[in-house]
């Protein structure tokens, strides 16, 4: 690009004076030329924001060579006029499309090219670029004559669609790593497709559309599968269409997030299922399904926290729980919200025939509060309980991945053991703004309501929602079950998604898989709200250590501190190192505990009572005294007995970086 000359540099502007254009009018368009080029700042930050860096780049960068194209077109115009006319607007235009390439190209350097090599990759674009600047003037030596002009241009023009191509072939070499940076996909795809990622709902970030889910479950996993994290997708069942007709309809599939990173024989891992797309007209949850999956396997062997989550929990996330639904909701029937089972249905509207699955689970079915038999209602539960094959697949996957041992087959449903009990499952709609947990179909508490009142109350400390009395999971499969409703509309607008609901739902969901393990137990103890790991002091490398400033709280992630779990101090804070305190080989016990005067009560900056205590680990006196990278996970107990969930750090000793898992 800096070998073109058909900028408002001294080559163009001598030309210029040579063709009689004044000074002075070369001046009022230079002016304009530099205007056009800094609102690209205003453009880069839509169209990024809309279709992602790498398209930002390779749309700008066509969109200059195109303006460049009616420039160029000038030179061979005799009219005076008209030349002049068509080159100010072809270089004037070609700005823009400069300015957007170059920041982002620059931002794309800041997300792909690692620190330590940033500088040298910089300093070879900053020679490259002064190297092609000089060959211009070059060239107006050799040609001094003005009338060359078109020769220096067509030189450059070249240039310029040698750095289009450049960049597409170079971008697309690269994709696999480009694609672990964005949530948006490039032009072309990944699989040989141009995918339709538009938001669906109104200008903003994109939100993917339902074939496009389906082409990205299939490339996270052939992104991210590895023998160190295990994602793959599982068929568990085929929609309405489906089964009537194998040409028709679709799979359901799940998508299984796991890591493998520690011994498995020495890990019970637990359980955590969730569920979005039911209704089809909700356009939110899929796509927060999506970038919390593309956040945990980023974010593995990365980040110490996500790591320890996923090598003692399995995720199963159901994105398209009505996919037959979704494909019409995006086309003919925005306002679809149950399946396309129409049996004896036909005198409905057509967007109101079908099941609504949310009311087709076997748990509580028949009940006439919150469900009709009236097949035309949206709100219609089907001819029997679990009638649709949509249902059933949901239930049978469900059944087959969580613990049958804490299952009861008697009714009423009694309290599940706070200590023994595992699993988590969510079903994520919207819209209100609220979290629903059991009991939803009678004005009644269920046996687990302390318990789960603890565990609603952590999410709503990050999503800010009401909450409000799912109940089939908690009532067939005893995973404590609770359900998101996003936002406050069914299409929401993808600005507020981006900025609202995805921010405090990813934390929440991150929670939720954090607790899996004893989501009745753990969520009533002490969270730890911050670990800090030192840098690094060596005295000499077997007494090299690090400290560990911890702030715990039983209050801090409590969206209420009125609750009775929100009340209690914390008595003890257990750090562990190398080995998880949930793995079965840990057998020797936390490495460091802190208590009494080793921890200070004080006010966190949300004004809530936290505990905060120092710890000191040295290096020698780990079980591997060798130099390199440690985990370090921290939990808590308060003055009730009641153990908090497990967070971890890492630490290098003698060299790397926590940051690089």
Same mark, same amino acid.
């Not at 299984?256 to 359980?271: D, E, M, Q, R």
């Not at 009142?453 to 499969?477: C, E, M, R, T, W």
């Given at each position: 690009?800096?070998?073109?000359?058909?900028? @408002?540099?001294?080559?163009?502007?001598?030309?210029?004076?040579?063709?009689?254009?004044?000074?002075?009018?070369?001046?009022?368009?230079?002016?304009?030329?530099?205007?056009?080029?800094?609102? /690209?700042?205003?453009?880069?930050?839509?169209?990024?924001?809309?279709?992602?860096?790498?398209?930002?780049?390779?749309?700008?960068?066509?969109?200059?060579?195109?303006?460049?194209?009616?420039?160029?077109?000038?030179?061979?115009?005799?009219?005076?006029?008209?030349?002049?006319?068509?080159?100010?607007?072809?270089?004037?235009?070609?700005?823009?499309?400069?300015?957007?390439?170059?920041?982002?190209?620059?931002?794309?350097?800041?997300?792909?090219?690692?620190?330590?090599?940033?500088?040298?990759?910089?300093?070879?674009?900053?020679?490259?670029?002064?190297?092609?600047?000089?060959?211009?003037?070059?060239?107006?030596?050799?040609?001094?004559?003005?009338?060359? @002009?078109?020769?220096?241009?067509?030189?450059?023009?070249?240039?310029?669609?040698?750095?289009?191509?450049?960049?597409?072939?170079?971008?697309?070499?690269?994709?696999?790593?480009?694609?672990?940076?964005?949530?948006? #996909?490039?032009?072309?795809?990944?699989?040989?497709?141009?995918?339709?990622?538009?938001?669906?709902?109104?200008?903003?970030?994109?939100?993917?559309?339902?074939?496009?889910?389906?082409?990205?479950?299939?490339?996270?996993?052939?992104?991210?599968?590895?023998?160190?994290?295990?994602?793959?997708?599982?068929?568990?069942?085929?929609?309405?269409?489906?089964?009537?007709?194998?040409?028709?309809?679709?799979?359901? #599939?799940?998508?299984?997030?796991?890591?493998?990173?520690?011994?498995?024989?020495?890990?019970?891992?637990?359980?955590?299922?969730?569920?979005?797309?039911?209704?089809?007209? %909700?356009?939110?949850?899929?796509?927060?399904?999506?970038?919390?999956?593309?956040?945990?396997?980023?974010?593995?062997?990365?980040?110490?926290?996500?790591?320890?989550?996923?090598?003692?929990?399995?995720?199963?996330?159901?994105?398209?729980?009505?996919?037959?639904?979704?494909?019409?909701?995006?086309?003919?029937?925005?306002?679809?919200?149950?399946?396309?089972?129409?049996?004896?249905?036909?005198?409905?509207?057509?967007?109101?025939?079908?099941?609504?699955?949310?009311?087709?689970?076997?748990?509580?079915?028949?009940?006439?509060?919150?469900?009709?038999?009236?097949?035309?209602?949206?709100?219609?539960?089907?001819?029997?309980?679990?009638?649709?094959?949509?249902?059933?697949?949901?239930?049978?996957?469900?059944?087959?991945?969580?613990?049958?041992?804490?299952?009861?087959?008697?009714?009423?449903?009694?309290?599940?053991?706070?200590?023994?009990?595992?699993?988590?499952?969510?079903?994520?709609?919207?819209?209100?703004?609220?979290?629903?947990?059991?009991?939803?179909?009678?004005?009644?508490?269920?046996?687990?309501?302390?318990?789960?009142?603890?565990?609603?109350?952590?999410?709503?400390?990050?999503?800010? #929602?009401?909450?409000? /009395?799912?109940?089939?999971?908690?009532?067939?499969?005893?995973?404590?079950?609770?359900? @998101? %409703?996003?936002?406050?509309?069914?299409?929401?607008?993808?600005?507020?998604?981006?900025?609202?609901?995805?921010? /405090?739902?990813?934390?929440?969901?991150?929670?939720?898989?954090?607790?899996?393990?004893?989501?009745?137990?753990?969520?009533?103890?002490?969270?730890?709200?911050?670990?800090?790991?030192?840098?690094?002091?060596?005295?000499?490398?077997?007494?090299?250590?690090?400290?560990?400033?911890?702030?715990?709280?039983?209050?801090?992630?409590?969206?209420?501190?009125?609750?009775?779990?929100?009340?209690?101090?914390?008595?003890?804070?257990?750090?562990?190192?190398?080995?998880?305190?949930?793995?079965?080989?840990?057998?020797?016990?936390?490495?460091?505990?802190?208590?009494?005067?080793?921890?200070?009560?004080?006010?966190?900056?949300?004004?809530?009572?936290?505990?905060?205590?120092?710890?000191?680990?040295?290096?020698?006196?780990?079980?591997?005294?060798?130099?390199?990278?440690?985990?370090? #996970?921290?939990?808590?107990?308060?003055?009730?007995?009641?153990?908090?969930?497990?967070?971890?750090?890492?630490?290098?000793?003698?060299?790397?970086?926590?940051?690089?898992?």
């Amino acid at each position: 690009l800096y070998s073109n000359v058909l900028t @408002f540099g001294a080559i163009m502007t001598a030309y210029l004076v040579w063709r009689g254009i004044s000074l002075e009018q070369i001046g009022i368009w230079r002016g304009v030329s530099a205007a056009v080029g800094l609102a /690209g700042t205003f453009v880069y930050k839509i169209l990024s924001a809309r279709i992602g860096l790498v398209n930002s780049g390779m749309l700008s960068v066509t969109v200059q060579f195109c303006c460049l194209s009616i420039g160029y077109a000038s030179l061979f115009v005799d009219n005076l006029t008209i030349s002049f006319a068509m080159l100010i607007v072809g270089v004037c235009s070609s700005r823009i499309g400069l300015w957007v390439f170059d920041i982002s190209v620059t931002q794309l350097m800041q997300l792909n090219v690692a620190d330590d090599v940033r500088g040298e990759v910089g300093g070879v674009q900053s020679s490259l670029n002064s190297f092609f600047f000089l060959l211009s003037f070059g060239l107006g030596i050799l040609l001094p004559d003005p009338a060359s @002009f078109h020769v220096y241009a067509s030189i450059g023009y070249i240039f310029v669609a040698a750095a289009v191509v450049c960049f597409a072939v170079g971008v697309y070499s690269k994709r696999d790593s480009l694609a672990k940076l964005e949530t948006h #996909y490039f032009f072309w795809g990944r699989v040989g497709r141009c995918f339709d990622c538009r938001c669906l709902t109104a200008r903003g970030v994109a939100l993917r559309d339902f074939l496009c889910s389906l082409a990205w479950m299939q490339d996270l996993v052939q992104t991210y599968n590895s023998p160190n994290l295990q994602v793959t997708r599982i068929d568990i069942g085929d929609s309405f269409l489906k089964t009537r007709d194998v040409t028709k309809g679709y799979d359901i #599939y799940a998508l299984k997030i796991t890591g493998n990173s520690t011994a498995s024989s020495n890990i019970t891992k637990s359980t955590m299922m969730v569920t979005s797309g039911m209704h089809p007209r %909700e356009y939110a949850p899929p796509e927060l399904l999506q970038r919390w999956a593309t956040q945990l396997v980023q974010a593995y062997g990365v980040d110490a926290d996500t790591t320890a989550i996923l090598d003692h929990a399995e995720i199963h996330l159901v994105i398209q729980v009505n996919p037959d639904g979704r494909a019409l909701a995006e086309t003919t029937q925005p306002t679809r919200r149950k399946n396309l089972n129409e049996a004896n249905a036909q005198s409905c509207p057509k967007d109101q025939t079908g099941v609504d699955l949310n009311r087709n689970f076997p748990f509580q079915w028949g009940r006439t509060s919150g469900s009709s038999s009236n097949k035309c209602a949206q709100t219609y539960r089907g001819s029997a309980a679990a009638s649709e094959p949509e249902t059933q697949a949901i239930v049978n996957y469900a059944l087959s991945i969580f613990p049958t041992s804490q299952r009861q087959t008697v009714s009423p449903i009694s309290a599940y053991p706070a200590e023994t009990t595992s699993g988590v499952f969510i079903d994520v709609h919207a819209a209100g703004e609220l979290i629903i947990w059991p009991w939803g179909y009678q004005e009644a508490k269920s046996p687990n309501h302390l318990d789960l009142q603890a565990l609603v109350n952590k999410y709503i400390h990050f999503n800010g #929602y009401a909450s409000s /009395g799912p109940d089939d999971a908690f009532g067939s499969v005893a995973s404590a079950g609770v359900t @998101f %409703e996003l936002g406050y509309a069914r299409r929401q607008d993808c600005n507020y998604f981006e900025n609202s609901i995805l921010p /405090g739902n990813l934390q929440a969901l991150t929670y939720a898989a954090k607790v899996s393990s004893k989501p009745y137990s753990l969520p009533k103890g002490p969270d730890i709200a911050s670990m800090i790991v030192s840098q690094e002091q060596v005295v000499n490398l077997p007494g090299a250590f690090v400290t560990v400033t911890l702030a715990v709280s039983d209050q801090t992630f409590a969206a209420s501190q009125a609750l009775e779990s929100a009340q209690q101090t914390v008595a003890l804070v257990r750090i562990h190192v190398d080995v998880h305190p949930y793995d079965t080989s840990d057998t020797t016990g936390p490495l460091v505990t802190l208590s009494g005067s080793q921890l200070q009560v004080g006010v966190s900056s949300e004004g809530s009572p936290t505990t905060m205590g120092v710890a000191t680990i040295f290096l020698d006196q780990l079980l591997d005294t060798r130099p390199g990278r440690h985990a370090i #996970y921290a939990d808590a107990v308060d003055s009730d007995g009641t153990v908090g969930p497990v967070t971890a750090a890492c630490r290098f000793w003698s060299g790397g970086c926590c940051s690089r898992w």
